[in-house]
């Protein structure tokens, strides 16, 4: 779960900054060395361009698919509420894997919610 919303985190921050005129390699950078940091931005970019290796790098194939990350979030939900926990970022991160998974996405890598964010604006 954490990782799911770290990567749509990352996703959300890496667009915000290239819609604003960023080169997503300097903003990567930038990131890397703020607070910011974290796995999804400094070992698995989701932007592709950025990093070499990398799912983003291949048209988003190979890695851990966004079925997987779907299910996943899925037990974290079931047990969120077994356990009355609330967890409202797993939720959103849960469904935003879910509509990728309905839109094609399902067996991409888990970081291609770049490009399906990148789609939702229209782009």
Request: hydrophobic share 40%.
């Amino acid at each position: 779960m954490l990782l799911a919303i770290g990567m749509i985190g990352t996703s959300e921050t890496m667009n915000l900054g290239i819609r604003l005129g960023l080169d997503p390699k300097l903003l990567a950078k930038i990131l890397n060395m703020s607070s910011g940091r974290c796995w999804s931005s400094d070992t698995y970019n989701p932007v592709p361009g950025v990093m070499e290796g990398v799912p983003s790098a291949n048209n988003y194939l190979g890695g851990f698919g966004t079925q997987l990350m779907a299910k996943d979030l899925g037990l974290a939900q079931n047990t969120a509420t077994n356990t009355r926990t609330p967890v409202p970022l797993g939720s959103l991160a849960h469904q935003i894997y879910r509509m990728m998974c309905a839109r094609g996405y399902a067996n991409k890598d888990f970081s291609s919610v770049f490009q399906f964010l990148r789609e939702e604006e229209g782009q």
